[in-house]
């Protein structure tokens, strides 16, 4: 569950954003497209999306205030938005559905519908919305810099976001060959078993929003 806090050290902050953003969240579609690019390109790719991955959350962090006066978004839009797509992917995942052409390259191991010669923009992609736009995610990252009273707390906000992509990072280039070369059915288990999970977490946060707006009652 998304909580705005007054107040958090860096701890607090890394340990919420692992929860939303951490290896379980990205690992599976990392594994999958491992099973496509070769080593090198995967290692571009994890770079690549926790670079900007990290940029993207710091960016909003330090932001946030004019973000939210521009675009006039209040927490609990926030929760309905992030919650609503999180919900869609989540269900996909469920369902067994590759929203990638290169995740569904995976499946047979040739697919039409991506180039060979741009598998880097295509490993890119594939990670997305798991990883580098995460809309859970990001909409934590907004709502704890929103709760912020100074310019400390948004930068520990940015910080712990920034770590939790660097240790996402690690976690790809560590484990990516290992779970690349398990068998397709597993990879659909876990994926099958996630989604639902991650099914739950998008309602609960779609909820929460709803009960900001009062459209139900408050619950903790």
């Known amino acids: 569950m998304i909580m705005a806090m007054s107040s958090l050290d860096l701890a607090d902050a890394f340990v919420t954003f692992l929860a939303l953003l951490g290896p379980q969240k990205v690992l599976l579609t990392y594994g999958r497209i491992a099973r496509v690019l070769d080593p090198r390109s995967l290692r571009i790719v ?4 926790a670079v900007t991955a990290a ?10 205030p004019w973000i939210a006066t521009f675009f006039h978004i209040t927490i609990a839009g926030l929760d309905l938005a992030a919650g609503l797509v999180f919900v869609i992917y989540a ?8 929203f990638d052409p290169l995740e569904r390259a995976t499946e047979t191991g040739v697919n039409e519908d991506f180039d060979p010669q741009h598998l ?15 809309p ?9 810099s929103l709760t912020a009273t100074d310019w400390s707390t948004r930068a520990t906000v940015a910080g712990a976001f920034a770590l939790v992509a660097i240790f996402d990072a690690g976690c790809m280039l560590s484990f990516a ?13 876990a994926s099958r ?3 639902l999970l991650l099914v739950a977490v998008g309602m609960q946060i ?11 009652p408050s619950h903790h």
């Open 55 to 64: 940029c993207v959350g710091a960016l909003l962090a330090l932001t946030s």
């Open 136 to 144: 859970l995610a990001l909409a934590a990252d907004l709502q704890e």
């Open 91 to 98: 269900v996909g995942q469920v369902l067994g559905l590759h």
């Open 177 to 189: 060959p290992l779970i690349g070369r398990l068998h397709e059915s597993i990879l659909e288990v």
């Open 193 to 195: 078993l996630l989604g």
């Open 120 to 134: 880097v923009s295509s490993g890119f992609r594939a990670m997305l919305v798991p990883f580098v736009v995460s």
């Open 206 to 216: 779609f909820l929460n929003g709803l009960s900001a707006l009062g459209a139900l």
């Open 46 to 49: 994890a770079v690549a999306s």
